[in-house]
């Protein structure tokens, strides 16, 4: 079974950054399509960026020119940085994999991210 662990989260003020981390697991990482999604209170799960397994990236407008999704296939991991944070983006944020071989979709346990004005 895929295993997803997130890490990175945290309280920041509005302008502010940070960086989470999701390491993944018993899975050939690097033929994996890896994203980001995000829920904010009384909001429906959102996609924030994705990237393939070719490194195709893509964003959410809302984040678009402030959030950066990568991916380190020896570390077996994928980065969001994020950037000039808002109040809006406060949400818990969640690594999803789209597993190449299984076709099938694995999620971590969520990062609470905080942004206050």
């Known amino acids: 079974q895929v295993q997803l662990v997130e890490s990175g989260g945290g309280l920041v003020q509005a302008g502010g950054s940070l960086r989470l981390s999701c390491a993944a697991s018993?899975?050939?990482?690097?033929?994996?399509?890896m994203g980001w999604y995000r829920q904010a209170p009384g909001k429906q799960r959102e996609l924030v960026a994705r990237?393939?397994?070719?490194?195709?990236?893509n964003y959410a407008d809302s984040v678009k020119g402030r959030f950066t999704i990568s991916r380190d296939n020896a570390q077996r991991t994928v980065y969001l940085q994020m950037n000039n944070l808002k109040p809006e983006d406060t949400a818990i944020y969640y690594c999803?994999?789209?597993?190449?071989?299984?076709?099938?979709?694995?999620w971590g346990q969520g990062t609470q991210v905080t942004v206050s004005s």
């Open positions: 999803n994999l789209e597993e190449f071989v299984s076709r099938t979709d694995f």
């Open positions: 018993r899975t050939i990482f690097s033929v994996n399509t």
């Open positions: 990237i393939t397994s070719g490194r195709s990236t």
